[in-house]
């Protein structure tokens, strides 16, 4: 296969006509949470400048805990109920969390909203992810995971920009209804979706009491699915690596940039958008790079050039950091895109609403762990904090890769 078909492969899941209009909502909610993020950056500011750090600090904290706290029991819900319903309630309250933000005027009703937001983003994801593995599941279902994961990592790149370009020239505050507008886009499509393409899987909860002793016993049977599967096992060891490498690149690359190589604010913004660009193109070619059953090939190389990249960036000068960024970009998506793909393959259509909901709060988990390692790190040793955080990820693949890989 040439470098175009293979880059072009992922778009032949729009042939799909369920797939392209959650694919396009999807894409125009995630261009929205660009806003929403740039937005309470600004507003964090306004609360004074000594304070936006710890703002921020704990309105991602609010977000994990959120997610972790939440998603397990929406992936139980989107086994239970109706997805297209969960699907749209959940992104209209999304909308009016989104349209109260402009009027914030203490720390704590950030915080309230964030969590909030969160709350109902915890219960649409896994659904979403449910939903892809249902309509895609008679072919271009990697394709499609490869295509929206790929667009994460554009817009994750793209979005900012545009949201700052739009912040500078709305302000800060209305900027939110911008967000706002776009729910309302993405809401209409996800309305349209045909209820029937994309109903719940009857499974052996229908028809059952739904009491908070069955809830909790199937939030521990997606957990058991999900750890069970020895392929599925050993990509979520290595999405615990993968955290432990990105976290230290999102905590301390501006440290590295500012303090420890004296540039400006610009030069954080191209280095990161390099690693974005690496991920995407990752992303995009994820779905012809493996073929394999596993996808063990793609985790193994991804994980080991993602360490590898942090390891090298303490001692880099700013033209070598960006190759480096590059290929941490390219490692990132290849170690953690592929277990989406292996649930959505392995895991029986009606128990996938409970095992991506175990998924999406068991990867959060990970990044709640690798997040404080990364802070001592860049704190206790900022000239080495790549080096060290590189070797531990570097180490920790070693030990999954002998011990865990699947045969």
């Known amino acids: 296969m040439s470098l175009l078909s293979s880059v072009t492969a992922p778009f032949g899941s729009l042939k799909n006509q369920v797939f392209a209009k959650i694919y396009f909502a999807q894409t125009i909610s995630l ?28 309105a991602l904290t609010m977000r994990v805990t959120a997610f972790i706290l939440f998603s397990p ?12 319903k969960v699907l749209y309630v959940t992104h209209f309250a999304r909308m009016c969390i989104v349209g109260c933000m402009p009027f914030v005027q203490t720390e704590w009703q950030i915080y309230l909203l964030v969590f909030l937001l969160n709350v109902f983003n915890a219960f649409f994801t896994p659904t979403y992810r449910s939903v892809i593995a249902q309509v895609l599941k008679a072919g271009y279902y990697r394709e499609g995971i490869a295509l929206s994961s790929a667009t994460d990592q554009l817009l994750s790149v793209l979005g900012p920009g545009i949201a700052g370009i739009l912040a500078v020239w709305l302000g800060a505050r209305d900027i939110f209804f911008v967000d706002a507008a776009t729910f309302i886009v993405a809401g209409i499509l996800i309305i349209l979706l045909p209820a029937t393409a994309i109903a719940h899987v009857p499974s052996e909860a229908n028809g059952q009491k739904t009491s908070a002793a069955r809830i909790w016993k199937d939030v521990i049977k997606g957990t058991t699915l999900l750890f069970k599967p020895v392929t599925i096992r050993f990509s979520l060891l290595i999405e615990f690596v993968s955290a432990i490498a990105g976290a230290m690149i999102l905590v301390n690359t501006v440290g590295h940039i500012k303090d420890g190589l004296g540039l400006a604010d610009n030069y954080y913004g191209w280095v990161m958008s390099a690693f ?20 063990r090939k793609s985790l193994t190389i991804g994980v080991f050039i993602l360490a590898a990249a942090v390891a090298f960036a303490s001692l880099a000068s700013f033209p070598v950091l960006l190759v480096l960024w ?24 009606e128990q996938q609403g409970k095992v991506y909901g175990a998924h999406f709060a068991w990867s959060h988990l990970w990044w709640a762990v690798a997040y404080p390692v990364a802070g001592f790190l860049g704190t206790k040793s900022p000239d080495h904090d790549f080096m060290i955080g590189g070797l531990i990820a570097l180490l920790l693949a070693a030990i999954v890769t002998l011990f865990f890989r699947p045969k």
């Open 31 to 58: 261009l929205g949470d660009a806003f929403t993020w740039v937005g309470i950056a600004l507003i964090s500011y306004q609360f004074g400048q000594e304070h936006s750090a710890k703002v921020l600090s704990l």
């Open 73 to 84: 029991f929406a992936g139980v819900l989107a086994d239970f109920v109706d997805r297209k």
């Open 326 to 349: 590059l290929l941490a970009g390219l490692g990132q998506s290849l170690a953690e895109i592929p277990s989406e793909i292996l649930i959505g393959e392995q895991i029986q259509s």
């Open 276 to 295: 974005g660009i690496g991920a995407t193109i990752a992303a995009f070619l994820s779905a012809s790079i493996d073929k394999t059953p596993s996808k």
